[in-house]
């Protein structure tokens, strides 16, 4: 079966640690996107990636730091410049925007990934 | 900029129909859909509108007005299932590329 993997589940991260968070699809889609979600908000673009080895900063990257060398995964790094990462991030993908012009994207989620901090 | 405007909450009866506003401001307006998402869990695509009127898929339906920069969902013979966290998002194109910008969410509260 298609779909895209989240792990771990839940993370705990220490203070002054770099943690990652892992994404990978197999539904052979060419862009994938990280997005924080905070209790009882929306979905906030972290960053994005329309295609292998490239990249873009979303909303709020600031703290935070991803890589696409291949095009099943899109790992995400927290880093100790995120000084408040408690959150539960979400991984999608979806087809490459520039093929699908106008038309319909959508966007395809992992089960997520619940940071907290110790 | 860009803004999408959606009620933070609605609570509606078991059975009864209930609508879901949305109004956004975009630079480049290609589509708006809607998602689901179930506490703890992973938003789920419903629907998506680029042209005007009215999508129908089983029980929820989904419109758009352009010209009013306005969409809805309606749900209808609600179930005690379709209490979940509802979502607009507006396919923009930012400089050279597609973005989905997210609503808050509005958190649907299903009663027996």
């Known amino acids: 079966d298609g779909g895209i993997t989240q792990s771990p589940k839940y993370l705990f991260r220490k203070e002054g640690q770099n943690v990652t968070l892992s994404c990978e699809q197999n539904?052979?889609?060419?862009?994938m996107y990280w997005y924080r979600q905070d209790p009882g908000q929306g979905l906030r673009l972290i960053y994005y990636?329309?295609?292998?080895?490239?990249?873009q900063k979303g909303d709020i990257a600031e703290g935070y730091s991803v890589s696409r060398e291949k095009k099943e995964s899109f790992p995400l790094t927290v880093t100790s410049a995120q000084k408040n990462p408690t959150a539960f991030y979400l991984c999608?993908?979806?087809?490459?925007?520039?093929?699908?012009?106008?038309?319909?994207?959508?966007?395809?989620f992992g089960p997520g990934t619940r940071l907290l901090v110790l | 900029g860009q803004s999408l405007e959606q009620p933070s909450e609605v609570t509606a009866v078991e059975g009864a129909i209930v609508q879901i506003n949305c109004t956004y401001q975009?630079?480049?307006?290609?589509?708006l859909s809607w998602y689901q998402q179930h506490d703890g869990g992973a938003p789920t695509f419903l629907s998506y509108?680029?042209l005007d009127g009215l999508e129908e898929t089983g029980r929820f339906s989904s419109f758009l007005s352009r010209s009013d920069s306005y969409g809805y969902l309606l749900l209808q013979e609600l179930q005690m299932k379709d209490s979940a966290s509802y979502f607009c998002?507006?396919?923009?194109?930012?400089?050279?590329?597609?973005?989905?910008?997210w609503g808050a969410g509005t958190k649907l509260i299903i009663k027996p």
């Open positions: 990636s329309q295609i292998v080895n490239d990249f």
């Open positions: 975009t630079s480049g307006f290609y589509g």
């Open positions: 539904l052979n889609h060419d862009a």
């Open positions: 999608a993908s979806s087809i490459h925007s520039r093929l699908s012009g106008g038309h319909q994207e959508t966007q395809y």
């Open positions: 509108n680029a």
């Open positions: 998002a507006v396919r923009d194109r930012v400089y050279s590329n597609y973005q989905l910008i």
